[in-house]
């Protein structure tokens, strides 16, 4: 299975991304501002999704909001 960001780069285990969007949490009352870097991502059984946020424990991140770093 192969993830691949919004520019159609291919991301794995490990790798860090950038938001493009600012992305509201529903739940936590915070929002994510688009620039924001994410290191050290993991990704799920979906290819549409990887997990890893140190802030918010548990949050999926859609990889049509992110960018290889």
Do not use: C, P, W, Y
């Not at 159609?8 to 688009?34: E, Y």
């Amino acid at each position: 299975m192969e993830v691949k960001d919004s520019n159609r780069n291919v991301l794995q285990d490990g790798d860090s991304v950038v938001l493009i969007n600012d992305l509201k949490v529903k739940g936590a009352g915070t929002t994510l501002k688009r620039g924001t870097k994410i290191s050290s991502i993991r990704l799920t059984d979906n290819e549409d999704e990887v997990d890893r946020h140190d802030k918010i424990r548990g949050l999926v991140l859609r990889v049509e909001f992110l960018k290889k770093a």
